[in-house]
């Protein structure tokens, strides 16, 4: 299987300015996720997708492959991932370059490692599935099972949709959220079904280690503090 690791990292950010390049524990942040997109042994290449210069200088000193720029309309604040990719493979077929998959790397999830990618994209092959993401167990406080949406007309509804809770805690069924730092999907799920997930969607378990999404200025120090914590 020909797997393409995509590293997308725009120029701009709004809670931490310039976090894709900015210094996280003496290296760029970007740099993280390279390096395991680097040493993963199941990713045949490894593109970043950028519509930044100096992110794009940045990534080729990491070892990144920058064949293109990203149109800015696909470089915005709001813009989901799934264009993104879409444009990768696009853009690589069109020069003759194709894959049997994407694995999307987020920037913002840096404590993921090489394994970790190769697991997933080893997981894809033999499980069938149309994608397989990173998860971690959903504590049994926060189960759907327990939890409950409030209502156009005011009144709160279980997220299941069943008409009561689950009443024991050993009766609840596993429950898993996106960790969100790795994301292999097939290339025909994500040019002609129009997805990252499709209809087969697997989870790898990664609660073994930390998780944590950068977003604001409290994730940047907390990143921090894990990092040298690890290798202090």
Not at 53 to 69: D, I, Q
Not at 100 to 105: E, K, P, S, T, Y
Not at 135 to 156: I, S
Not at 196 to 207: F, K, P, Q
């Amino acid at each position: 299987m020909r797997v393409l690791g995509l590293i997308p990292a725009r120029g701009g950010s709004r809670g931490v300015p310039r976090k894709n390049i900015r210094l996280l524990a003496g290296k760029p942040l970007l740099q993280y996720t390279a390096e395991a997109a680097l040493t993963a042994r199941r990713i045949c290449r490894v593109v970043l997708s950028t519509e930044d210069e100096e992110v794009a200088e940045v990534g080729r000193s990491c070892g990144l492959e920058v064949p293109f720029m990203r149109p800015s309309d696909l470089a915005g604040d709001t813009t989901p991932s799934l264009p993104v990719v879409q444009h990768a493979l696009r853009w690589l077929e069109a020069r003759g370059d194709r894959y049997d998959a994407a694995c999307l790397l987020q920037l913002t999830t840096p404590f993921r490692g090489a394994g970790e990618i190769d697991e997933c994209v080893a997981l894809l092959e033999e499980s069938g599935a149309d994608a397989v993401v990173t998860v971690r167990r959903v504590p049994d406080d926060f189960h759907p099972h327990w939890t409950y949406l409030r209502h156009a007309d005011g009144y709160l509804r279980l997220s299941t949709g069943e008409p009561t809770p689950v009443p024991r805690r050993q009766d609840l069924p596993p429950a898993f959220q996106r960790d969100g730092s790795v994301y292999v999907t097939r290339r025909d799920v994500v040019l002609d079904g129009n997805s990252l997930y499709g209809e087969r969607l697997v989870g790898y378990a990664v609660d073994d280690r930390p998780s944590l999404n950068i977003d604001t200025p409290d994730d940047w120090a907390r990143a921090e503090e894990l990092i040298l914590g690890s290798v202090g």
